[in-house]
């Protein structure tokens, strides 16, 4: 079966990665990036082919958003399954460029780089059986992969999960700023902020209770937790998230357009 790159960014080569340690053989996999240099690259570091199989059977569609429209995917005939990941780029987009009406739509992000993921997925009418068996054949082997009931799900998925590891990452930097101001050096204020976020994260998943059991028993009345909840609640923390939310959700919807 071939199989199909255009264009290689990270996450797509971590796919790679995944594809050549299971059962596809390197010789089936072509990839076209948007320079010569790179290509070269990838060909001699996963020994595959550097050029366009216009019959391959899957073709993943690995371009940032804002390139798009400097692809061409003409040449694919009309029974290949096309799988992207982009945000933003719609299904109906993606048909005004292709012959085919296959299209598996999906949201990985960074956190696969580390094996530890949830893959959201859509799939359009004319995907069939066997072709998501393969869909889920390849990315099932590291990751979890669910099933989106339709394609505005993507949106809200983009808004509540693509985009949250910039949301973590950024309240882990106002925790090491905060340490700054306390005097603390440069490597301890780094080993409090990224371990306070790492370790109650690592408990969440190992633990039976959920959130709030997790969250009451840290939080003592009178003790200075709960003042900080209060301080929290006081200044709209909850309501400030939602908000973002939402409007990183109606920004997605405003880029399919």
């Not at 366009?52 to 429209?69: A, D, R």
């Not at 799900?153 to 090491?176: G, H, N, Q, R």
């Not at 939080?219 to 937790?225: D, G, L, M």
């Amino acid at each position: 079966m071939e199989i199909q790159f255009i264009w290689c960014g990270k996450m797509w080569s971590i796919v790679l990665e995944n594809l050549l340690q299971s059962w596809i053989n390197s010789n089936t996999i072509y990839v076209k990036t948007n320079s010569s240099n790179s290509e070269n690259i990838l060909s001699k570091k996963y020994n595959i082919n550097s050029w366009i199989n216009n019959l391959s059977k899957i073709v993943f569609i690995c371009v940032k958003p804002i390139h798009f429209n400097e692809i061409d995917l003409s040449m694919f005939w009309e029974k290949t399954l096309f799988i992207s990941i982009m945000a933003w780029i719609s299904i109906n987009t993606i048909f005004s460029k292709i012959k085919s009406q296959k299209i598996i739509r999906c949201m990985p992000n960074t956190p696969m780089s580390v094996w530890k993921w949830v893959i959201w997925y859509f799939w359009t009418n004319d995907v069939n059986n066997n072709d998501n068996i393969f869909f889920e054949k390849i990315f099932s082997i590291s990751w979890k992969i669910i099933e989106l009931r339709n394609e505005d799900e993507i949106d809200k998925i983009t808004a509540l999960s693509w985009s949250w590891p910039a949301y973590f990452f950024y309240m882990t930097e106002i925790i090491k700023n905060k340490a700054l101001e306390f005097w603390f050096s440069e490597i301890d204020s780094t080993i409090i902020a990224n371990n306070t976020f790492m370790w109650a994260a690592n408990l969440l998943d190992k633990s039976n209770l959920n959130t709030l059991e997790l969250r009451k028993n840290i939080t003592s009345k009178w003790w200075t937790t709960q003042k900080a909840i209060e301080t929290f609640e006081k200044n709209n923390f909850n309501l400030n998230i939602y908000d973002a939310i939402e409007s990183a959700y109606i920004k997605a919807k405003e880029l399919n357009k």
